[in-house]
């Protein structure tokens, strides 16, 4: 601890605190510096982060790389100078430039992790240019593996892999003649006049070098943002494609939590991640799904300079409508100010809570006794293939592996929507597990590639009918109906099927999608049902004995009617119980074509069962909900 109170000063001293200008929309919670306790847990702490680094030799290949990219840009931009009738030596001032943005500008990726970039070239080199001509000039060269280009995207982008690292290539160009090595990007001006695409491809990198700019230490900045992304990933709350929040948007949080904590350790600013978005973010209503949360921003403030104001939609629930929806808002620091949570949704974002009350519990059960803290069980991968009895399993593919793909990013985007769709059913929770599984059969094979995604399901003990069947046909309108267009749809291309899947025929129906460690947590899992189950059995006939005790020595107080008794013993325990809530349990697990799933009466019945002519106490009869999904899956 000594050690580390002498490596901390050190370090507070270095980064000069000086610099630090933007510190955010309120004054620092606390000035302190962290506990001797929590230094030396911070130690342990940055140990593990460290594991997560990539090593040196691939640090050294990314900046060669990203060197000779820069290079490339620079000499497009004087060949197409001269070929536009520009004499070479002013055609090599124009300059141009390579920025990286994301994971790797904030310093906080990992080994074999992508690179986004943006090229920023001046206004002789138009989109169309650079889309068709820029391509040409990258596939001469060996170290170019792997190039599609996408110039029609919302964003324009190359994907490309340069000597084997992935590289996403985005474009802009500016009115201006030259784009100089000391071009300043964060300044507003430059956004004067361009069009939307323009602005989306400049603002990953406008984000990224404003938000370390609103940091305090960048070095435990970063330390504690690779300890939250390790942390997400692992609890399956990562990914603005399914609804929760992205690499953005951690980072955001993360800032705004070192703004608060200045000059603490990254251990502690750790800690207290949790315990401040735990009291920060309020849960949706059960009912409603509402919820009115305050925003998270680094800035002093969110209003735009009328100066600076180019035309560009920024957040604001006071003015926009649709912001005020908006239940997780987490907004960025540059103008055009957006929420990176915009995806998010009441059922993702009471996953979120879940989580970091989770991780804010375990902290706090160690710093009440001042024991070691375990950081690998903050880290422990989710139990989601053992919490819920029943699994809704999505799948998508293609012959071609590469349509495939494609296909599946499309249809991957879309499943917030069925999620949407699954909260407007009453007393229904669902959970969608942020992760793809891919199949890829051999190339022989007439299925080609495959992808699958899950969700859980629980439903309340009271709910006696469910019908997935309109969620379900909304979700596939989005995909292959009106709702899609933007993506057509190929006859090689695969439609979503859908199959229910219960618990305990997980491993022998998708066993692709389970680790060893959700294989024992599932049979732990059954184990503990059956157990209740043998319970809830002895219990139902020790009432029964007790009940018909009663009723010989006459008691008038406990119901005689059969009919009743059997009633009452139904309620009393259900073998599709998992914990307190019960689960929605077909007979078996099956694909089946969405067709027959948009048929409300194939996919649950809504019947109510006739009345029984007689019944005894020593008979339970199957709950509702058994039978209706029963006879659905028959």
Known sequence: ATVSVLYWNRVLHTNNMDLWTERGPSDALSEEKSTEYELAES???????????????????????????????????????????????????????????????????????????????????????????FPVELSKHSRITEMVPVPDAAVPVIKLKVSGLSIDLLFASLDLPSIPNTFEITEDKILKGIDDKTQKSLNGVRVATKMLACVPQVMVFRCVLRGIKKWAQARGVYGNIYGYPGGVAWAIMVA??????????????????????????????????????????????????????????????????????????????????????????????????????????????????????DFEKVWEPTDFFSTYDTYMHITAGAKDPDEGRKWAGFVESRVRRLLSQLELIPKLSAHLLPKEFCIETPENSQKGIEFNWF????????????????????????????????????????????????????????????????????????????????LSKRKRKEQAAE????????????????????????????????????????????????????????????????????????????????????DSFN
Request: charged share 25%.
């Open 43 to 133: 130690v342990k702490f940055e140990q593990l982060i460290d594991l997560t680094k990539e090593a040196r030799s691939e640090s050294q290949l990314r900046e060669r790389v990203l060197g000779w990219l820069d290079g490339m840009v620079k000499s497009f931009v004087t060949d197409q100078g001269v070929k536009q009738g520009y004499r070479l030596e002013d055609a090599k001032l124009f300059g141009g430039r390579i920025y990286s943005f994301g994971s790797y500008r904030l310093g906080v990726h990992g080994p074999g992790a992508d690179i986004d970039t943006l090229v920023l070239m001046p206004r002789h080199v138009t989109r169309d240019i650079f889309f068709t001509e």
């Open 256 to 373: 705004r939590v070192c703004q608060l904590y200045p000059n603490m350790s990254p251990g502690s600013v750790f800690m207290r991640f949790f315990t401040f978005h735990r009291g920060w973010w309020k849960v949706p209503d059960q009912v409603t799904g509402q919820v009115n949360n305050n925003p998270i921003h680094l800035t002093k403030t969110l209003d735009v300079d009328p100066d600076h104001d180019y035309g560009f939609r920024v957040w604001n629930k006071v003015v926009n409508y649709s912001d005020r929806r908006d239940i997780f808002p987490i907004i960025t620091p540059m103008y055009p100010y957006m929420n990176a949570c915009y995806n998010c949704t009441a059922t993702t974002l009471r996953v979120i809570v879940s989580e970091i009350t989770r991780a804010d519990d375990i902290f706090k059960a160690h710093q009440k006794d001042q024991t070691p803290i």
């Open 455 to 534: 969700l859980g399901l629980r439903t309340d003990e009271n709910q006696k009918d469910i019908s997935l069947s309109q969620a379900w046909k909304v979700y596939m309108s989005y995909v292959t109906g009106p709702g899609n267009t933007t993506f057509p749809k190929t006859p090689d291309m695969y439609e979503p099927t859908l199959s229910i899947i219960r618990r305990r025929d997980l491993e022998k129906t998708v066993p692709f999608a389970l680790t060893p460690a959700d294989i024992t947590n599932i049979a732990k899992a059954m184990a503990a049902q059956k157990k209740e189950r043998k």
């Open 547 to 630: 009940n018909e005790l009663k009723r010989g020595k006459g008691d008038e107080a406990v119901p005689s009617s059969p009919a009743s008794v059997a009633s009452t013993m139904s309620k009393a325990a259900s073998p599709l119980q998992l914990g307190t809530s019960p689960a929605i349990r077909p007979a078996a697990p099956r694909s089946f074509p969405p067709e027959k799933l948009l048929n409300p009466q194939e996919l649950v019945r809504q019947a109510t069962p006739s009345p029984r002519k007689s019944a005894t106490p020593q008979k339970v009869t199957p709950s509702l909900t058994d039978m209706l999904i029963q």
